[in-house]
């Protein structure tokens, strides 16, 4: 299979299916190619990106520089759906390691947390008793 890559004035594009790879991943992909060649982004379609790559050493094949690309915008797009994945993980080792530091965290936020449920559950017998002083008895 032959990719795609359109050649014009010693530029190469490089289309980018947003269905297929985030807006984040082209971006990150861009700056990381950014010491080797000049990087311009356009709007082709409705989802698709023209990624532009123009080499800054005129001795670099733009074939080679449109499939380097293509691998590091692979890359990207795995980083970020990997750290999307695991954001929850990395957030629970971080507490813990922020709690095994220094225990005092701990107790405050446990604390907190029971002010809040205190406030929570007064608010709540405020609601239910203004509700039945409100509602008119009924007569025999």
């Given at each position: 299979?032959?990719?795609?890559f359109?050649?014009?004035?010693?530029?190469?594009?490089?289309?980018v299916?947003?269905?297929?790879?985030?807006?984040q991943?082209v971006?990150s992909?861009?700056?990381?190619?950014?010491?080797?060649?000049h990087v311009?982004?356009?709007?082709?379609?409705?989802?698709?990106?023209?990624?532009?790559?123009?080499?800054?050493?005129d001795?670099?094949?733009?074939?080679?520089?449109?499939?380097?690309f293509?691998?590091?915008?692979?890359?990207?797009?795995?980083?970020?759906?990997?750290?999307?994945?695991n954001?929850?993980?990395m957030?629970?080792?971080?507490?813990?390691?922020?709690f095994?530091?220094?225990?005092?965290?701990?107790?405050?936020?446990?604390e907190k947390?029971?002010e809040n449920?205190?406030?929570?559950?007064?608010?709540e017998?405020?609601?239910?008793s203004?509700?039945?002083?409100?509602t008119?008895?009924?007569?025999?």
């Amino acid at each position: 299979m032959k990719p795609k890559f359109e050649i014009a004035d010693g530029w190469i594009m490089v289309p980018v299916h947003l269905k297929v790879y985030p807006l984040q991943a082209v971006h990150s992909s861009g700056y990381a190619f950014m010491d080797r060649a000049h990087v311009r982004l356009e709007e082709e379609k409705k989802d698709v990106v023209a990624v532009w790559l123009k080499p800054k050493n005129d001795k670099h094949d733009l074939q080679k520089l449109a499939l380097e690309f293509s691998d590091e915008l692979l890359n990207y797009a795995h980083y970020f759906s990997s750290l999307k994945a695991n954001a929850e993980n990395m957030k629970v080792l971080l507490q813990r390691a922020l709690f095994s530091a220094s225990p005092s965290i701990v107790k405050e936020a446990e604390e907190k947390e029971i002010e809040n449920l205190i406030k929570e559950l007064e608010a709540e017998e405020k609601q239910a008793s203004s509700k039945t002083k409100t509602t008119p008895k009924s007569r025999k």
